[in-house]
């Protein structure tokens, strides 16, 4: 007789944004005349760039010409798109990362989700609390979490680290008591759209180093970076490359939320004893993965072509201007706010201690506008709740002045 696999039934409810969904449906099914206004996921609304259009258009037609057919991609993913985001997204930051240093996949959820695969059951993970349910969930599903306090909302061998308006959202490192192994970082954050500098990332990278722990360093937000001294990669800290891996995106820097496409960059020099993790990723990618699609990954290209980084600059500044209506509007409108700076997040404080999912019904049924509960995100999120800035300009304006209509 066949079994399952019994971590899959230890996991609370069902993913965050697939319980939002189905309220929303609900919802929208009872009240078919409303205008429901998404700010919920962190899903883009502005069509791909021409240079993204034009570059796909061509790949389609070198896919049906017999001389310029490909088949099956490179493991690892094609030259021209590892060699076009070595020299961009990180020699022109000074970072020394080879292209084969690379490894091209089609998203960074599914990597992030994926890494904890080459790492030991017994590795003690560690996670900001609010967090991005993807890397406690993988973790969970691995077994590597223990049991499950439904009081509390939280597993018993996972690590959390508060992020609250008392520390401005971020992490503080661990205490002697609870050494983690694997600690994943999220910067620009997600959920709480906080921000490190170089020199706190630095104390991090210096932490990881001297406990012999890697760091799993989400950058899927990197584009939206307006500050100086917030870094864009971990490798901008000295002696990241022996204790990080790094996880990037094309969705929300490119709007490929529908197109598919991420990369993780694991230094050859980040080893366990002999062994490297370069060569684990890359036997577990050969095993189980075929590879971005050739006309996506030339899609990828043309994002660091000049016509495409002028394009993106754009779009990216579109959805900013955005974060600033909902941060100002609702900062004005009295509520406490934060994110939306480096980040198309804002994470505002829900009104007289209501709860998270109470706001996100109150929002729901009396203004019509979905946002994402703080939460769903950790037991530190309860309290607060999160906007997205992907939606249409005059979506947004809407949104906001139908939340200033409500009086608490
Ligand atoms: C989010 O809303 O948190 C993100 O869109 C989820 C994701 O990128 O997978």
Redesign the pocket.
């Known amino acids: 007789m066949f079994r399952i696999n019994e971590n899959y039934i230890k996991l609370p409810g069902s993913y965050l ?1 697939s319980t939002i969904g189905k309220k929303v449906s609900v919802y929208s099914t009872a009240h078919p005349d409303k205008k429901i206004i998404r700010l919920g ?3 883009v609304t502005l069509p791909l760039v021409p240079a993204v259009t034009e570059a796909l258009h061509g790949a389609v037609d070198e896919m049906g010409n017999a001389e310029t057919f490909r088949g099956y991609a490179p493991d690892l993913g094609y030259e021209f798109l590892r060699k076009a985001i070595a020299d961009n997204d990180y020699r022109a930051r000074g970072c020394d990362i080879d292209a084969d240093e690379i490894f091209i996949s089609d998203g960074a ?1 599914c990597d992030t989700g994926n890494i904890q695969e080459i790492f030991s059951l017994d590795n003690r993970v560690a996670v900001c609390d609010p967090v ?1 349910p993807v890397y406690v969930d993988s973790n969970v599903m691995a077994g590597r979490t223990g049991t499950y306090d439904s009081e509390r909302e939280t597993w018993s061998d996972v690590i959390y680290m508060p992020c609250t308006a008392e520390n401005r959202f971020a992490p503080e490192l661990p205490g002697e008591s609870r050494t983690p192994d694997l600690i994943y970082l999220c910067f620009p954050n ?2 709480t759209g906080a921000t490190i500098t170089r020199a706190q990332l630095q104390e991090w990278v210096d932490y990881a180093q001297k406990k012999g722990a890697v760091i799993l360093y989400d950058a899927a937000y990197e584009a939206y970076i307006s500050e100086e001294d917030v870094p864009h990669s971990i490798y901008e800290c000295e002696g990241a490359k022996s204790c990080a891996i790094e996880f990037r995106s094309f ?1 929300k820097n490119a709007g490929f939320t529908g197109v598919r496409l991420g990369f993780t960059v694991i230094p050859k020099e980040l080893k366990c004893g002999d062994v490297s993790l370069h060569a684990l990723w890359a036997r577990r990618h050969g095993t189980k993965y075929n590879g971005a699609p050739y006309i996506v990954q030339r899609a990828g290209e043309a994002v660091y072509s000049e016509a495409g980084k002028a394009q993106l600059k754009e779009q990216v500044a579109y959805y900013m201007k955005n974060a600033k209506y909902i941060f100002n509007g609702l900062k004005e409108a009295g509520y406490t706010v934060s994110g939306g700076v480096n980040s198309p997040y804002i994470w505002l404080k829900t009104p007289k201690g209501m709860s998270s999912w109470e706001f996100f019904d109150c929002l729901l049924e009396q203004v019509n506008v979905v946002g994402t509960p703080g939460s769903g995100f950790g037991p530190s999120g309860e309290g607060y709740f999160r906007l ?1 800035a992907f939606g249409s300009y005059e979506n947004t304006v809407e949104a906001v002045d139908r939340i200033r209509t409500l009086q608490f």
């Open positions: 944004f996921i962190g899903d959820k991005y997600n959920p969705s997205t």
